[in-house]
Nanobody, 118 residues
């Protein structure tokens, strides 16, 4: 069972930046992929960014060029750097961990609120 704890959310003005952190309870070397999802009110949870143990990354089209996912293996932590934030980025952001490729197990954090508003 992987436990994930997110932090770093808050209120920011349009054009501002935030960095989200996701601390895992075990070494992220043992986790095949880690990702950030978000869910806005009235919408489904959607992938924002994902990074695999092999180092590949992918992003939702809506955040390409503005968000960056990275990992610190020594701290068992994954980050989401969010720049040039827009009101439409407002959502609860969730960290996700995938263990296994063929029959993966998925784990979720509790979520952290990001609000972009003037």
């Amino acid at each position: 069972q992987v436990q994930l704890v997110e932090s770093g959310g808050g209120l920011v003005q349009p054009g501002g930046s935030l960095r989200l952190s996701c601390a895992a309870s075990e070494s992220i070397f043992s986790i095949n992929a880690m990702a950030w999802y978000r869910q806005a009110p009235g919408k489904e949870r959607a992938l924002v960014a994902r990074t695999t143990s092999g180092g590949s990354t992918n992003y939702a089209d809506s955040v390409k060029g503005r968000f960056t996912i990275s990992r610190d293996n020594a701290k068992n932590t994954v980050y989401l750097q969010m720049n040039s934030l827009k009101p439409e980025d407002t959502a609860v952001y969730y960290c996700n961990a995938q263990k296994g490729w063929y029959k993966p197990d998925y784990y979720w954090g509790q979520g952290t609120q990001v609000t972009v508003s003037s």
